[in-house]
């Protein structure tokens, strides 16, 4: 073969190599989505508008989600020091599955003025699926500690998806390893509740007693005709 050839023969494999690694990668889409936060705070309700950004990146047999607010949310009457304030949200994920993500973030790292919107920080978490399908990432409820105090927000404006992803079951997921049938000798799978397992339980062993009662009287009747 010819250098030229050669050369060419290898420019396409590295293309086609390129378009697999393409077609393998999951399909994302992302929004920077604007969440309306009605908050029950401390001293009363608060109501304030942040961008929110929800990344996802492979790790392992899950994604790390971060969700990243764009401006401050709720406010303080009294400055925050540098360090006071904790905050965690939920996303919530629908499509393949429903589920529930806790994601979490450092303290601020800076003192915050009196009334003045608080910046969260990024929260970040793990979601492993049970299922794989597409799946959606919404911003859900936040929480803010500070002060001893808790402030609850509620996303008011029923914000859409800020993040759509093609993910693949875990591992040892139902999904990815199915459950197979059980073994003789293993126990019945319960389909109702306890008392009923129980009570087929004792039937399947009354049925069993009778068997062996038959079995007997017809042996000791043979006995007596054969006498």
């Not at 093609?166 to 049938?181: F, L, N």
Request: one cysteine or more; a positive charge.
């Amino acid at each position: 073969m010819s250098d030229r050839k050669r050369s060419t023969a290898l420019a396409l494999a590295a293309a086609l190599a390129g378009t697999a690694v393409l077609l393998a990668a999951p399909v994302a889409h992302a929004d920077v989505v604007d969440v309306a936060y009605d908050c029950k705070t401390p001293i009363g309700d608060k109501s304030a508008v942040s961008p929110i950004d929800i990344k996802a990146v492979k790790e392992g047999d899950g994604y790390k989600l971060t969700m990243s607010f764009q401006k401050g949310v709720s406010s303080s009457p009294i400055e925050l020091g540098r360090g006071a304030m904790s905050p965690g949200a939920v996303i919530v994920v629908d499509g393949a599955e429903k589920a529930s993500v806790p994601v979490s973030g450092p303290p601020n790292p800076e003192a915050v003025p009196a009334n003045t919107p608080i910046k969260i920080t990024d929260l970040s978490g793990t979601y492993t699926p049970k299922k794989s399908g597409k799946v959606t990432f919404t911003a859900g409820v936040l929480t803010i500690k500070a002060m001893g105090t808790t402030t609850t927000c509620t996303p008011g404006n029923n914000p859409k998806p800020a993040l759509e992803l093609e993910v693949t079951a875990a591992a040892g997921s139902q999904e990815a390893a199915p459950r197979s049938e059980a073994a003789a000798g293993d126990t019945l799978p319960q389909t109702g509740p306890t008392d009923s397992a129980l009570a087929l339980g004792t039937l399947g062993g009354t049925v069993l007693l009778t068997g062996a009662a038959g079995v007997l009287w017809l042996t000791r009747r043979g006995q007596r005709a054969r006498s």
